[in-house]
């Protein structure tokens, strides 16, 4: 009634059910109420009516389905990005080493109890780990976008990967330029002129790098920097079509001109010939004409307006020069100049040119202000260098003879990572995707939420590297909705997250086999020379943790740690080679008597290249550890002149990915084994072997180290050997003298047992009467100590072994029969037995 007279609209017996406070979906989720009514006459309803109030969440327009870490995770992760930040480094000071447990306690119990509200997840629940191997990964496998019922006509979403930070660019292989120009399919003749430094290529040495190995080896010019590329690297006829590929990072600089490449005048002038410098963010190139008969203005400048010069990030430039066109290709597209000046071919001269990176060489320049002294060890007392570049490049190289299509461009500017997405069947139709040209974005674009959602939860990362890059790639999803009237009705916040690209299992490369041998001089001095890895073998291998086996753990008994999940296990790979290097220990190469050789077909074969010079030899290319070794087994050492040679140590070492991995240092020592002429003595003895002056006679096989006689030969022996030959004799005078010891001790034993004999026949002499002579004594103990003399003798003397006991009884009578005879006589004189009282 109350109702009625309030509000005359409203039918009989209407009620009215508001709010006092503002609704919270976290707080209570379903209010339920009793309603009953009474009449005008205070009379109550027969039944109850039971009404239920639903609180729904605030509706925003968002991606849902961005999945989080796992908690441990997630509360690991966010304490250890504290204590990056230097947060909450005092909580491992004295004793507040508890506060970090209660900081991870209150993380874990924040986001279990509201994890919409808990501060710990801020930023954090949006990584995405991939690790190195498995293939493609999606990124949002139940992705939805919530529009909140709004009526949709369209979406466009544009998912961006940042990889600006990781390499040039983006993941791709850091092989050397040249080799990544072979692996794209590009012709021979390629010349890399920022090489990594090694024995044969050493110009950039003085540079300053990136010094990492994970990424591609890039140089860095500040403006004071500059090199001289050794004379005869390069051989440009510019008559003949060339191509100049160059990565670059430039940003906004000076007016003035800044030179990446230059090919001047050596001497006298100050002549350019070509080059290619920036200049107020445009890229020019310099090309001026050799002299002809014509003496006619030319196109000698070509200009490109372009902002990828100066936004300081990379780009892949490539010149195709085939005159008088010039193409420019940036990050694969082609460009046209928009400016080209002409100018009169050069003078004739005969001047040499000098080619430079990073400024250009004058001679007498006189602009002090914008040029630097080079050191006199390597331009001269005149010459300057000017035009000085200010940023990074790498993989600069140069081609003469044909120009590098537009396969062989897009194959090296592509990256080895990016997205992927691969739609399904039933959905194909209905969305269009597109992608940039190195897949660092893609836009996708629909007007069915269904078929969109699927298309976004296809979308995947892939890296295709063996080894790639670690760190971390930021994704960016942007989202445009439509409604019917083609405006943005709704607006749904950007989503991020990252994906996580773990540390690669790195492998390590190990060279093993013979590592010291002797050779005769002979073979060192044959057309085959000596080999030195025969038996080479590289292999790699790779270390990871692997969860233990429950029955192993259950055989291994109680008293093992429990708290141990994990065993360490060596597995072994494949991969390929980039370099390997073979240097020279000690004294270097001597070129008129010696040097390393290599059968170059072999190598032609595995499109492998070599390069030497007098510290050893260099193989490049990227190939199989397996074609590596086969080359490696083909090194060959000569030596023309092995007279004052004993021996040659060499060094072998191979990496992969320009230096990423190294395998270690295997060394080889060979040994020359020199033959000397046969020398006459006066007598049979044995003699030393003549050191001095040692004859060789090639005439003498010691193939397999065996002399055949050592009467006619003597060896000159290197330290082990003399080694040897000490130990042998050494242990040949133990032997001999063992053998003189073992032969006295039987004696003696012998001569104990005859005298045992003796006193086992004493006589009885109880009933004799015996005359002894006076003298007796005396003689008895002289003879004592002649037989006490004996004995000494015969214990400490030397006898001879081919001397029988029947030729030493024989020389004895023989030498001494007389005086025994005497000394016999007057023994039985002196003993005679007195028997006057016996009884017969």
Same mark, same amino acid.
């Given at each position: 009634?109350?109702?009625?007279?309030?509000?005359?609209?409203?039918?009989?017996?209407?009620?009215?059910?508001?709010?006092?406070?503002?609704?919270?979906?976290?707080?209570?989720?379903?209010?339920?109420?009793?309603?009953?009514?009474?009449?005008?006459?205070?009379?109550?309803?027969?039944?109850?009516?039971?009404?239920?109030?639903?609180?729904?969440?605030?509706?925003?327009?968002?991606?849902?389905?961005?999945?989080?870490?796992?908690?441990?995770?997630?509360?690991?992760?966010?304490?250890?990005?504290?204590?990056?930040?230097?947060?909450?480094?005092?909580?491992?000071?004295?004793?507040?080493?508890?506060?970090?447990?209660?900081?991870?306690?209150?993380?874990?119990?924040?986001?279990?109890?509201?994890?919409?509200?808990?501060?710990?997840?801020?930023?954090?629940?949006?990584?995405?780990?991939?690790?190195?191997?498995?293939?493609?990964?999606?990124?949002?496998?139940?992705?939805?976008?919530?529009?909140?019922?709004?009526?949709?006509?369209?979406?466009?979403?544009?998912?961006?990967?940042?990889?600006?930070?990781?390499?040039?660019?983006?993941?791709?292989?850091?092989?050397?330029?040249?080799?990544?120009?072979?692996?794209?399919?590009?012709?021979?003749?390629?010349?890399?002129?920022?090489?990594?430094?090694?024995?044969?290529?050493?110009?950039?040495?003085?540079?300053?790098?990136?010094?990492?190995?994970?990424?591609?080896?890039?140089?860095?010019?500040?403006?004071?920097?500059?090199?001289? *590329?050794?004379?005869?690297?390069?051989?440009?006829?510019?008559?003949?079509?060339?191509?100049?590929?160059?990565?670059?990072?430039?940003?906004?600089?000076?007016?003035?001109?800044?030179?990446?490449?230059?090919?001047?005048?050596?001497?006298?002038?100050?002549?350019?010939?070509?080059?290619?410098?920036?200049?107020?963010?445009?890229?020019?190139?310099?090309?001026?004409?050799?002299?002809?008969?014509?003496?006619?203005?030319?196109?000698?400048?070509?200009?490109?307006?372009?902002?990828?010069?100066?936004?300081?990030?990379?780009?892949?430039?490539?010149?195709? *020069?085939?005159?008088?066109?010039?193409?420019?290709?940036?990050?694969?597209?082609?460009?046209?100049?928009?400016?080209?000046?002409?100018?009169?071919?050069?003078?004739?001269?005969?001047?040499?040119?000098?080619?430079?990176?990073?400024?250009?060489?004058?001679?007498?320049?006189?602009?002090?202000?914008?040029?630097?002294?080079?050191?006199?060890?390597?331009?001269?007392?005149?010459?300057?260098?000017?035009?000085?570049?200010?940023?990074?490049?790498?993989?600069?190289?140069?081609?003469?003879?044909?120009?590098?299509?537009?396969?062989?461009?897009?194959?090296?500017?592509?990256?080895?990572?990016?997205?992927?997405?691969?739609?399904?069947?039933?959905?194909?139709?209905?969305?269009?995707?597109?992608?940039?040209?190195?897949?660092?974005?893609?836009?996708?674009?629909?007007?069915?939420?269904?078929?969109?959602?699927?298309?976004?939860?296809?979308?995947?990362?892939?890296?295709?590297?063996?080894?790639?890059?670690?760190?971390?790639?930021?994704?960016?999803?942007?989202?445009?909705?439509?409604?019917?009237?083609?405006?943005?009705?709704?607006?749904?916040?950007?989503?991020?997250?990252?994906? $996580? *690209?773990?540390?690669?299992?790195?492998?390590?490369?190990?060279?093993?086999?013979?590592?010291?041998?002797?050779?005769?001089?002979?073979?060192?001095?044959?057309?085959?020379?000596?080999?030195?890895?025969?038996?080479?073998?590289?292999?790699?291998?790779?270390?990871?943790?692997?969860?233990?086996?429950?029955?192993?753990?259950?055989?291994?008994?109680?008293?093992?740690?429990?708290?141990?999940?994990?065993?360490?296990?060596?597995?072994?790979?494949?991969?390929?080679?980039?370099?390997?290097?073979?240097?020279?220990?000690?004294?270097?190469?001597?070129?008129?008597?010696?040097?390393?050789?290599?059968?170059?077909?072999?190598?032609?074969?595995?499109?492998?290249?070599?390069?030497?010079?007098?510290?050893?030899?260099?193989?490049?290319?990227?190939?199989? $550890?397996?074609?590596?070794?086969?080359?490696?087994?083909?090194?060959?050492?000569?030596?023309?002149?092995?007279?004052?040679?004993?021996?040659?140590?060499?060094?072998?070492?191979?990496?992969?990915?320009?230096?990423?991995?190294?395998?270690?240092?295997?060394?080889?020592?060979?040994? *020359?084994?020199?033959?000397?002429?046969?020398?006459?003595?006066?007598?049979?003895?044995?003699?030393?072997?003549?050191?001095?002056?040692?004859?060789?006679?090639?005439?003498?096989?010691?193939?397999?180290?065996?002399?055949?006689?050592?009467?006619?030969?003597?060896?000159?022996?290197?330290?082990?050997?003399?080694?040897?030959?000490?130990?042998?004799?050494?242990?040949?005078?133990?032997?001999?003298?063992?053998?003189?010891?073992?032969?006295?001790?039987?004696?003696?034993?012998?001569?104990?047992?005859?005298?045992?004999?003796?006193?086992?026949?004493?006589?009885?002499?109880?009933?004799?009467?015996?005359?002894?002579?006076?003298?007796?004594?005396?003689?008895?103990?002289?003879?004592?100590?002649?037989?006490?003399?004996?004995?000494?003798?015969?214990?400490?003397?030397?006898?001879?072994?081919?001397?029988?006991?029947?030729?030493?009884?024989?020389?004895?009578?023989?030498?001494?029969?007389?005086?025994?005879?005497?000394?016999?006589?007057?023994?039985?004189?002196?003993?005679?037995?007195?028997?006057?009282?016996?009884?017969?």
């Amino acid at each position: 009634c109350d109702a009625k007279e309030k509000n005359k609209r409203l039918p009989p017996f209407s009620c009215f059910i508001k709010n006092t406070e503002k609704l919270s979906y976290g707080k209570e989720r379903m209010y339920k109420l009793t309603v009953t009514a009474y009449d005008c006459g205070k009379n109550r309803a027969s039944e109850d009516v039971l009404v239920k109030i639903s609180v729904k969440p605030t509706c925003k327009p968002s991606w849902q389905g961005i999945e989080a870490l796992p908690l441990p995770s997630l509360c690991n992760e966010i304490f250890l990005n504290l204590v990056n930040r230097s947060e909450v480094k005092y909580l491992f000071m004295g004793d507040y080493h508890y506060q970090a447990l209660y900081l991870l306690f209150t993380c874990v119990q924040s986001t279990l109890v509201s994890p919409l509200r808990s501060p710990f997840l801020q930023g954090f629940n949006k990584r995405i780990e991939y690790e190195p191997g498995t293939g493609s990964l999606a990124l949002f496998p139940s992705m939805h976008l919530e529009t909140c019922d709004e009526p949709i006509t369209s979406i466009r979403a544009s998912i961006e990967l940042e990889t600006n930070h990781i390499g040039k660019g983006c993941d791709r292989d850091t092989y050397s330029e040249k080799s990544l120009h072979k692996l794209c399919g590009a012709s021979s003749g390629t010349v890399e002129l920022l090489p990594a430094p090694s024995s044969s290529a050493n110009w950039t040495v003085g540079l300053p790098t990136d010094n990492g190995h994970d990424s591609d080896q890039v140089f860095e010019f500040n403006g004071t920097q500059a090199i001289k *590329v050794p004379d005869g690297t390069v051989s440009t006829n510019l008559k003949e079509p060339f191509t100049i590929s160059v990565w670059m990072r430039h940003g906004p600089g000076a007016h003035e001109k800044e030179t990446i490449l230059c090919n001047s005048d050596k001497t006298d002038m100050n002549r350019h010939h070509y080059s290619l410098y920036v200049h107020n963010c445009r890229l020019i190139f310099l090309l001026r004409q050799d002299p002809s008969e014509a003496e006619n203005y030319k196109p000698a400048e070509f200009h490109w307006k372009l902002d990828q010069v100066c936004d300081k990030e990379w780009h892949h430039y490539v010149l195709n *020069v085939e005159f008088p066109t010039v193409s420019m290709f940036v990050d694969g597209t082609v460009f046209e100049p928009f400016l080209v000046t002409e100018d009169y071919p050069l003078h004739p001269s005969k001047i040499e040119t000098q080619l430079t990176i990073g400024a250009c060489w004058q001679d007498n320049s006189g602009h002090d202000n914008d040029t630097e002294t080079v050191s006199e060890s390597t331009s001269g007392a005149n010459a300057r260098m000017a035009q000085f570049f200010r940023g990074n490049l790498a993989g600069l190289i140069i081609r003469s003879g044909k120009l590098e299509n537009k396969k062989v461009i897009d194959c090296l500017y592509t990256c080895k990572e990016g997205l992927d997405v691969q739609l399904p069947e039933e959905v194909a139709s209905a969305v269009k995707v597109e992608f940039n040209p190195n897949q660092s974005s893609l836009t996708v674009e629909g007007d069915d939420i269904d078929a969109f959602d699927k298309v976004m939860q296809h979308i995947s990362y892939l890296n295709s590297r063996q080894f790639p890059t670690p760190g971390i790639r930021h994704l960016r999803i942007s989202t445009t909705v439509k409604c019917f009237n083609e405006e943005a009705c709704v607006s749904v916040p950007d989503a991020e997250g990252y994906v $996580m *690209v773990l540390q690669p299992e790195e492998p390590k490369i190990s060279l093993s086999g013979i590592d010291h041998f002797a050779r005769s001089a002979a073979e060192f001095e044959s057309q085959e020379g000596v080999t030195l890895f025969p038996e080479l073998r590289i292999v790699s291998t790779i270390t990871r943790e692997v969860e233990a086996d429950a029955e192993s753990e259950a055989a291994e008994g109680a008293d093992d740690d429990p708290t141990v999940q994990e065993t360490v296990v060596s597995e072994e790979i494949m991969h390929n080679l980039d370099t390997c290097e073979v240097t020279v220990v000690g004294d270097e190469l001597d070129g008129e008597h010696e040097s390393l050789e290599v059968d170059i077909s072999q190598l032609q074969q595995r499109a492998l290249e070599m390069s030497s010079s007098n510290l050893g030899l260099v193989i490049t290319g990227v190939n199989t $550890m397996a074609n590596y070794e086969q080359v490696l087994h083909l090194i060959r050492y000569k030596n023309w002149h092995t007279e004052a040679l004993f021996d040659r140590k060499f060094k072998l070492v191979c990496s992969e990915l320009n230096g990423r991995y190294i395998s270690n240092d295997f060394k080889v020592e060979v040994n *020359v084994i020199h033959t000397a002429s046969p020398v006459e003595h006066a007598n049979n003895a044995m003699v030393q072997p003549n050191f001095i002056n040692p004859v060789h006679h090639a005439s003498v096989d010691l193939s397999g180290h065996n002399l055949v006689n050592a009467h006619q030969a003597s060896v000159v022996p290197s330290a082990a050997t003399i080694v040897i030959v000490v130990c042998v004799s050494f242990l040949v005078f133990m032997i001999i003298l063992g053998v003189f010891r073992i032969r006295a001790a039987h004696q003696r034993t012998m001569r104990d047992q005859e005298n045992g004999k003796e006193n086992e026949m004493d006589w009885d002499d109880s009933a004799l009467t015996i005359t002894v002579n006076p003298m007796e004594t005396y003689e008895d103990q002289h003879s004592s100590e002649e037989e006490e003399e004996e004995e000494e003798e015969s214990e400490d003397g030397e006898e001879e072994d081919d001397i029988t006991s029947a030729e030493s009884e024989s020389s004895e009578d023989e030498e001494g029969g007389e005086p025994e005879d005497q000394q016999g006589a007057s023994r039985q004189q002196q003993l005679e037995w007195d028997d006057s009282t016996l009884t017969y």
